[in-house]
């Protein structure tokens, strides 16, 4: 289910005038007229059904007012359900820098799965110059605000400043400050299979999970000092049965893989 996420909220009446990139989206991408419906996800994260009242082509403005939905109705077949609301357990990506190009990919396909927050982190084998990259910058805003249309994710995907292994793990910690230990669950991919264990496994006795964290190596994976720091930290090591992955598809291959054995 498509959805537009609007930066401003309704005015008075109800309306929201949509102009500049935002206009050609709806109108060249999602290909909207008058009388259309779209949903609508406020500041506040609520999705709001709205309908097209007016297009202005010369002036490149498009007009949405309140659509109300009577019990029972449906706005076509993609209506969402009433439980499309953010997820109780929050999902956070620790990822290793890499490329420029590839973590573009990472963070979009991460925010189309919902993760919650993405935090860079510098390690023995991440990019070079990765604590110079802007990972906060208009750039990434707006590749996250096209993934979250596309996909019609409800959860605000955030990119944290680039941190430290040693800052990461204790980021870590914090968030999980107030948790017992069967309301999270960290792990980092590690591409030996010494020492570790599937995913599956390191979701046992885990109960009403608040958080979960995935931690993914750059390319050249992990060293096993680096291993052994998030271990110390509460991070479980696991390995994933499968061919030798990219970072960018072992980052996505993990979020997978922990949705589903949490969610089952």
């Given at each position: 289910?498509?959805?537009?996420?609007?930066?401003?909220?309704?005015?008075?009446?109800?309306?929201?005038?949509?102009?500049g990139?935002?206009?050609?989206?709806?109108?060249?991408?999602?290909?909207?007229?008058?009388?259309?419906?779209?949903?609508?996800r406020?500041?506040?994260?609520?999705l709001?059904?709205?309908?097209?009242?007016?297009?202005?082509?010369?002036?490149?403005?498009?007009?949405?007012?309140?659509c109300?939905i009577?019990?029972?109705?449906?706005?076509?077949?993609?209506?969402?359900?009433?439980?499309?609301?953010?997820?109780?357990?929050?999902?956070?990506?620790?990822?290793?820098?890499?490329?420029?190009?590839?973590?573009?990919?990472?963070?979009?396909?991460?925010?189309?799965?919902?993760?919650?927050?993405?935090?860079?982190?510098?390690?023995?084998?991440?990019?070079?110059?990765?604590?110079?990259?802007?990972?906060?910058?208009?750039?990434?805003?707006?590749?996250?605000?096209?993934?979250?249309?596309?996909?019609?994710?409800?959860?605000?995907?955030?990119i944290?400043?680039?941190?430290?292994?040693?800052?990461?793990?204790?980021?870590w910690?914090?968030?999980c400050?107030?948790?017992?230990?069967s309301?999270?669950?960290?792990?980092?991919?590690?591409?030996?299979?010494?020492?570790t264990?599937?995913?599956?496994?390191s979701?046992?006795?885990?109960?009403?999970?608040?958080?979960v964290?995935?931690?993914?190596?750059?390319?050249?994976?992990?060293s096993?000092?680096?291993?052994?720091?998030?271990?110390?930290?509460?991070?479980?090591?696991?390995?994933?049965k499968?061919?030798?992955?990219?970072?960018?598809?072992?980052?996505?291959y993990?979020?997978?893989?922990l949705?589903?054995?949490?969610?089952?």
């Open positions: 289910m498509r959805q537009y996420i609007s930066q401003k909220n309704l005015d008075s009446d109800g309306l929201l005038t949509i102009i990139k935002d206009y050609r989206y709806l109108r060249n991408v999602l290909r909207l007229v008058s009388g259309d419906m779209i949903h609508v406020l500041p506040s994260g609520e709001q059904p709205m309908t097209v009242c007016f297009v202005d082509e010369k002036a490149k403005k498009i007009t949405l007012q309140v109300d009577a019990e029972g109705e449906q706005i076509g077949e993609n209506q969402p359900e009433e439980t499309d609301s953010i997820e109780s357990t929050e999902f956070i990506l620790f990822m290793a820098v890499p490329k420029s190009s590839k973590f573009d990919l990472i963070v979009r396909q991460a925010t189309e799965c919902g993760v919650a927050k993405i935090v860079p982190v510098l390690t023995e084998f991440s990019q070079n110059g990765g604590e110079k990259m802007n990972f906060r910058g208009e750039r990434f805003e707006r590749i996250i605000k096209e993934a979250r249309q596309q996909s019609g994710s409800p959860v605000n995907t955030q944290e400043n680039c941190v430290t292994l040693k800052e990461a793990c204790e980021i910690k914090n968030e400050e107030n948790l017992s230990e309301e999270k669950l960290a792990v980092v991919l590690y591409e030996r299979n010494d020492s264990v599937s995913i599956k496994c979701c046992e006795k885990k109960q009403n999970l608040k958080k964290a995935l931690f993914c190596g750059s390319e050249g994976g992990i096993p000092e680096e291993v052994k720091s998030l271990c110390d930290a509460g991070f479980t090591a696991v390995h994933l499968t061919n030798i992955l990219r970072c960018e598809t072992a980052a996505l993990g979020i997978a893989a949705q589903v054995a949490v969610s089952t």
